[in-house]
């Protein structure tokens, strides 16, 4: 069964720096990875996500991830961080068909300093 | 873009009644369903996923006879919390797999049961 690690639980950085959240996964096939940032009391937007092809993915909001084989990981970063990227961030892996029963690590909580 | 509504939001029921949560594809059909629960400050878990037309596939451990879950069109698929208590309070996130592939989420329904 595939799962998903987040080690970080939470993270506090200060506006304007960069940023790095980690994500390590397990999965016997060739995964499908996903990004997920969610507002509190809300549901999930997706930043990004990777199927295949190019291992450097770009999404919304100037972030970006790697999918790393070798390391399992697939870690979600952005170059300079603005208070509204406060939230709470999931990775996730897809399985099925297409990809789309996600199986969540258990979430970094973002705070950004002023 | 796709969206998915959840309805309702919120709901806040006593200890013994059932509570129903609807999940609709607003503009595309969604050929499965998955739904997901979260506790407060932890990660989303997959309840179940719902093809249209047949009965829903549920995870370990989770009670079918206790969440019921129909998706009787492509564009509609509920749960319903019966005789609900205390502790199945959470939020319930809906996804919604359109024809393609993509994978677009609701916004949560929060459920209180007093």
Redesign the interface.
């Known amino acids: 069964a595939q799962s998903v690690t987040q080690p970080d639980i939470h993270i506090t950085v200060s506006e304007g720096a960069s940023l790095e959240l980690r994500c390590n996964y397990s999965y016997g096939a060739t995964p499908y990875l996903f990004w997920y940032v969610q507002s509190p009391g809300q549901g999930l937007q997706l930043l990004l996500k990777y199927f295949s092809g190019d291992t450097l993915v770009q999404g919304i909001k100037g972030f970006e991830a790697e999918f790393k084989r070798s390391q399992s990981s697939f870690n979600l970063r952005k170059p300079s961080v603005h208070w509204s990227d406060a939230a709470e961030y999931f990775c996730a892996v897809g399985a099925g068909n297409a990809g789309n029963m996600l199986t969540f690590g258990g979430g970094t909580r973002l705070m950004v300093k002023p | 873009g796709a969206v998915v509504s959840?309805h309702p939001s919120r709901v806040i029921c006593k200890s013994g009644t059932s509570v129903k949560i609807e999940c609709r594809s607003l503009d595309f059909q969604a050929t499965?369903m998955?739904w997901?629960r979260q506790f407060p400050k932890?990660?989303?878990?997959?309840m179940a996923?719902s093809n249209e037309g047949s009965k829903a596939t549920y995870e370990q451990g989770v009670e079918k006879d206790k969440f019921l879950i129909n998706h009787a069109s492509l564009t509609l698929s509920t749960l319903t919390v019966t005789s609900a208590h205390p502790e199945d309070s959470s939020?319930y996130?809906c996804?919604a797999?359109s024809l393609t592939?993509e994978?677009f989420?609701?916004?949560?329904s929060?459920l209180t049961v007093l």
Do not use: D, K, P
């Open positions: 959840q499965t998955f997901y932890q990660s989303l878990m997959l996923t939020f996130i996804s797999s592939g994978l989420f609701g916004e949560g929060r």
